[in-house]
């Protein structure tokens, strides 16, 4: 039986409650997925305190309409995110007022969550990780609907509906799995464990106003015009990576769950409801910097070019010194001295950096033989 997925045009954030109301209908209405009396805990993208309007952040009302939908079924929402960096109550309040949500919350009477606790649940059924550390938010909820944003990625390619459930990870402990997984398809790998242990029910993409160029924060706000949804997270992101014009296998989650067996990777094998793919498509969404393998470099040598093939963070004339970047770096390769330096012989390309500077004072470079080989490609 074919995923099902659906898409709904919405060009505009006035009127997403209709819209994220029509996209969940197609699916059989809120009640298909949440049972009267369950705690469903809500999980936008909150990267990093962001504003709105920078597309890093899933937008209010997208979360605003969620939870109108599940209080409408009986459920009793929750919001609740981890985002990159120390983790404690004022920091997570400074994500939530910046992203809009405490109005949010005042609004609809959600409850926004600051438990900061985390425990360790074992996961024996992983292909690649036994267990993990998740905040206890995450494994006190009856329900998990996450609400990802169309964004691209330095790592992965594409963020969305898989890679989102990273945020369930406590803060500085990410930055623990990119130093232990620092091959992309084990990082990859991990994720889709994670979106297994956790299974939420529904995933609701804000594809309204995107991100693309070097996402998920450093990239720039792009306008697809859509709310993307579905129980099948991986078919989501099949359907999210085919409008925005991007072979649905150059995402990484996707191509590991190809790998496990989870999906074909075709959008051919989903089946897509309510609005027209072809009508919705937009052709210019820019790719993040990626890696490249040359055809005609035997894998031995690949591993020694390998960071010479590989883009690279750096720290442009808008750093500050803050320090985000080097509390975020897994392997401690930067140091502040007036402005950030990153040890690129110890750097793992993991990106973290890029990913959590509140300045977007960190660019993506090419090595110069990457730029080579892809003016002969």
Not at 59 to 77: Q, Y
Not at 189 to 203: A, F, G, H, K, Y
Request: glycine share 8%; hydrophobic share 40%.
């Amino acid at each position: 039986m074919k995923s099902k997925v659906s898409l709904v045009s919405c060009k505009s954030y006035d009127d997403v409650l209709k819209k994220v109301r029509q996209s969940v209908d197609l699916l059989g209405g809120m009640e298909s997925f949440v049972e009267k009396g369950e705690r469903v805990l809500i999980k936008p993208n909150l990267l990093r305190p962001a504003t709105p309007d920078s597309a890093i952040v899933t937008h209010p009302s997208i979360v605003a309409a969620c939870v109108i939908l599940v209080k409408e079924a009986g459920g009793h929402p929750v919001i609740f995110d981890s985002p990159g960096g120390p983790l404690n109550q004022r920091m997570l309040n400074r994500a939530y007022e910046k992203a809009g949500l405490i109005e949010v919350a005042r609004e609809t009477g959600a409850k926004l969550l600051y438990n900061t606790k985390s425990s360790i649940v074992p996961f024996p059924s992983g292909k690649l990780i036994k267990a993990f550390e998740v905040m206890d938010e995450a494994v006190r909820a009856d329900a998990v609907i996450t609400l990802p944003k169309l964004k691209t990625h330095t790592l992965t390619y594409l963020t969305g509906a898989t890679k989102i459930l990273f945020g369930i990870v406590p803060g500085l402990s990410k930055a623990a799995y990119h130093a232990k997984l620092t091959d992309v398809d084990n990082f990859s790998t991990m994720l889709l464990d994670l979106l297994q242990l956790v299974q939420p029910r529904l995933s609701i993409m804000d594809a309204v106003v995107g991100m693309d160029g070097n996402g998920p924060s450093g990239g720039n706000p792009k306008k697809i015009g859509a709310i993307i949804s579905g129980e099948d997270h991986i078919a989501v992101d099949v359907v999210a990576s085919s409008l925005v014009g991007f072979n649905p296998l150059e995402v990484q989650t996707i191509k590991a769950a190809v790998k496990m067996g989870k999906t074909s990777g075709k959008l051919g094998d989903i089946e897509i409801i309510g609005d027209n793919l072809n009508d919705l498509s937009i052709s210019d969404f820019t790719p993040p910097a990626k890696a490249a393998r040359p055809w005609f470099m035997p894998n031995s040598i690949e591993k020694i070019m390998k960071w010479q093939l590989t883009p690279y963070p750096r720290s442009n004339s808008d750093c500050v010194a803050c320090g985000v970047c080097k509390t975020n770096c897994p392997v401690n390769a930067i140091t502040i001295k007036g402005r950030a330096f990153m040890n690129l012989s110890k750097c793992i390309r993991c990106y973290c950096c890029h990913e959590t500077c509140p300045h977007k004072a960190i660019d993506i470079r090419k090595p110069v033989l990457l730029k080579i080989i892809e003016n002969f490609r």
